[in-house]
């Protein structure tokens, strides 16, 4: 059964850092691109990070390019976001997902991020 867990998600003031992580299970891990998709309130979801299987390439959405860097440990099965200078727009939950972005086939549960004062 494949399984993405999200975690690190939380509440932080604008400006600030975060790092999103997600363990991966079910599937040979480092054999897929993965990427982080997220969503937010009363919003489509929007793909913001894909991250080939070997870590080499990676791409970002133009509005969090500069912040956000995704990274990946195939030895522990493990995708992160590294996320700095927040800001309130960035208010969503973040999905790990299998593949492609929003095309994906297989998304965590997903790990909630708040940005506010």
């Known amino acids: 059964e494949v399984q993405l867990v999200e975690s690190g998600g939380g509440v932080v003031q604008p400006g600030g850092s975060l790092r999103l992580s997600c363990v991966a299970s079910?599937?040979?891990?480092?054999?897929?691109?993965m990427s982080w998709v997220r969503q937010a309130p009363h919003k489509g979801p929007e793909w913001i990070a894909l991250?080939?299987?070997?870590?080499?390439?990676?791409y970002v959405a133009n509005s969090v390019k500069g912040r956000f860097t995704v990274s990946r440990d195939n030895t522990n099965n493990t995708l992160y976001l590294q996320m700095n200078s927040l800001i309130f727009d960035d208010t969503a939950h973040y999905y790990c997902?299998?593949?492609?972005?929003?095309?994906?086939?297989?998304w965590g549960q997903g790990t909630r991020v708040i940005v506010s004062v």
């Open positions: 991250i080939s299987t070997d870590g080499r390439s990676t």
């Open positions: 997902v299998r593949g492609s972005g929003i095309e994906g086939d297989y």
């Open positions: 079910g599937f040979t891990f480092s054999a897929k691109d």
